[in-house]
C-alpha cells in the first residue's frame, strides 16, 4: 500500500487501462478471488449450501444479457468451442466440445457465442440465487424489444433516460413489481391498483416466471405472462453449474 501510494498516480491509471484493454472483450481483469477469510467459498457454493442472508429475493433478466459483452465484429469467424476457452481458459477441450454440442441449436455461432456469455455469467446465477431461496423467491424477464444488459434500468428509474417501451400501463406494472416486494416481500399485493400484472407465483424450483414485453406492431400494448422456464435452458443452466469450479462462479 505504501508503495501505491507513492506511486504516479497518471502511470497508475495508464496501466490499469492497459491491463484491462488486454482482458478478453467483455471480462474484467480484476475480481473478487477466494481467499479464505473475507470470501470462504465461492457464490454458487454458498448457493446450494442455501447459505444466505435474507428472507425473499425478486430477481430479473433481461433477454439478451451477453450480447454487449461479445465482439461482434467476430461473428464470421468465431467458434463456440472457440470462443468458450478465451471465455474460460480452465474449461479444457473436452468441456468446450460439451459446451459447443449444447449450444449448437441456438442460430448462429455468433449467436451462441452471445448466449454462452449471457447464460453463464448473468442468468443462470440468477436461478442459482433462486433456488437458494426456495418458496420465497420471484423470477421476472424484461423482454421488450430484445433488451440487452441494463436496458431495464430506464423503466423503474424513469431519470436514468427514455424507457424501452414508454407505455403508462407497462411502467406501472414492471416498477410496480420491485415496489410491492419492498413493501410486502409478497408481488401480488399491489402498492397501485392500475398494476395489470397477472397472479405472479413464487419460482419454488419449478419454473415459474413472468415475462414483461409488449405486442408487434407500431403502436404495441403491454403483454405481460406467465410461463415456464424453457427445459433447454435449465439444461444449459445445470451444466454451468456443474462446471462452476471451472468458471471461478
Known amino acids: 500500500m505504501r508503495c501505491l501510494r507513492a506511486a504516479n498516480v497518471a502511470k497508475l491509471q495508464t496501466t490499469n487501462n492497459k491491463v484491462n484493454q488486454a482482458g478478453f472483450f467483455g471480462t474484467f481483469s480484476t475480481v473478487p478471488v477466494v481467499d ?33 459483452f461479445v465482439d461482434q465484429r467476430t461473428a464470421a469467424t468465431v467458434t463456440v468451442a472457440g470462443y468458450t476457452l478465451r471465455l474460460f481458459p480452465n474449461m479444457g477441450t473436452a468441456n468446450a466440445a460439451a459446451v459447443a454440442k ?22 443462470c446465477p440468477t436461478y442459482f440465487m433462486l433456488n437458494a431461496f426456495p418458496g420465497a423467491s420471484y423470477k421476472g424477464e424484461f423482454a421488450v424489444n ?5 436496458w431495464d434500468i430506464s423503466s423503474y428509474f424513469p431519470s436514468a433516460g427514455a424507457p424501452a417501451f414508454n407505455n403508462a400501463a407497462f411502467l406501472i406494472a414492471f416498477s410496480g413489481a420491485f415496489l410491492n416486494f419492498a413493501t410486502s416481500l ?27 414485453n409488449r405486442t408487434a406492431g407500431q403502436v404495441g400494448q403491454p403483454d405481460i405472462r406467465a410461463f415456464w422456464t424453457p427445459e433447454a435452458l435449465r439444461l444449459r443452466c445445470n451444466f454451468w453449474e456443474r462446471v462452476s469450479q471451472l468458471t471461478a462462479q
Open 186 to 212: 409478497d408481488l401480488n399485493r399491489k402498492i397501485d391498483r392500475r398494476n395489470i400484472t397477472p397472479l405472479w407465483r413464487t419460482y419454488n424450483q419449478r419454473g415459474f416466471e413472468m415475462r414483461f
Open 102 to 123: 449444447l449450444y449448437a441449436g441456438v442460430s448462429t455461432p455468433i449467436d451462441q457465442a452471445n448466449a454462452i456469455m449471457g447464460e453463464s455469467i448473468f442468468v
Open 146 to 150: 430484445n433488451v440487452l444488459h441494463g
Open 36 to 68: 479464505g477469510e473475507f470470501i470462504t467459498e465461492r457464490p454458487t457454493q454458498a448457493l446450494r449450501r442455501g447459505r444466505v442472508n435474507g428472507k425473499a429475493l425478486l430477481t430479473m433478466t433481461n433477454t439478451r444479457e451477453g450480447d454487449s
